[in-house]
T-cell receptor, first 112, second 115 residues
């Protein structure tokens, strides 16, 4: 199966910037999603990267390097509500479809 | 609100029993995905249906089965339940088969507790 690595937990201060890294095996890779999940709630979509480079969307940006099997999610101007788990998901082709394999998630704690 | 609905929200049952979880996708979405999320395993893909047909299978046990009906709603059947099946079960939908950049919209989940 696919090995997706991301840190288990990170802490940061309100107003600061935090970068959450994700590494994966490159063989067969199609694209990479980032989802946010608050405790006990459903994951919600943040970004999708299929080409190398940085995609910016408001306070959140996501970067991908296909050759290095590496992505990061950058959160700027952190707010308390950003405390959540951030899931990296890598998609691979499977029988005409593309199925995401999720990492274990990075629990981000934002403190005042 | 993602537009994906799941029922029931909570389910408590005993070992050995059988339960059915239900999911209605967003209007217009043809693909339905089922996931299991437990504390020790994270979010695990179980199975995908597209327009009534099984499209991809993940780590789904033989005791589990699913189907997608003509009106596109889907049901996940879990039988001979074990304590380890206690988890959050999410359904997600997307417009296509999963090709391209289709994001998945997740329902609120069904929390299953097996006692």
């Amino acid at each position: 199966g696919q090995n997706i690595d991301q840190p288990t937990e990170m802490t940061a201060t309100e107003g600061a910037i935090v970068q959450i890294n994700c590494t994966y095996q490159t063989s067969g890779f199609n694209g990479l999603f980032w989802y946010q999940q608050h405790a006990g709630e459903a994951p919600t979509f943040l970004s999708y990267n299929v080409l190398d480079g940085l995609e910016e969307k408001g306070r959140f940006s996501s970067f991908l390097s296909r050759s290095k099997g590496y992505s990061y999610l950058l959160l700027k101007e952190l707010q308390m509500k950003d405390s959540a788990s951030y899931l990296c998901a890598v998609t691979f082709p499977s029988g005409g479809s593309y199925i995401p394999t999720f990492g274990r998630g990075t629990s981000l704690i934002v403190h005042p | 609100d993602s537009g994906v609905t799941q029922t029931p929200k909570h389910l408590i049952t005993a070992t050995g029993q059988r339960v059915t979880l239900r999911c209605s996708p967003r209007s217009g979405d043809l693909s339905v995905y089922w996931y299991q999320q437990s504390l020790d395993q994270g979010l695990q893909f179980l199975i995908q249906y597209y327009n009534g047909e099984e499209r991809a299978k993940g780590n789904i046990l033989e005791r589990f089965s699913a189907q997608q009906f003509p009106d596109l709603h889907s049901e996940l059947n879990l039988s001979s339940l074990e304590l380890g099946d206690s988890a959050l079960y999410f359904c997600a939908s997307s417009p296509g088969t999963g090709t391209g950049s289709y994001e998945q919209y997740f329902g609120p989940g069904t929390r299953l507790t097996v006692t």
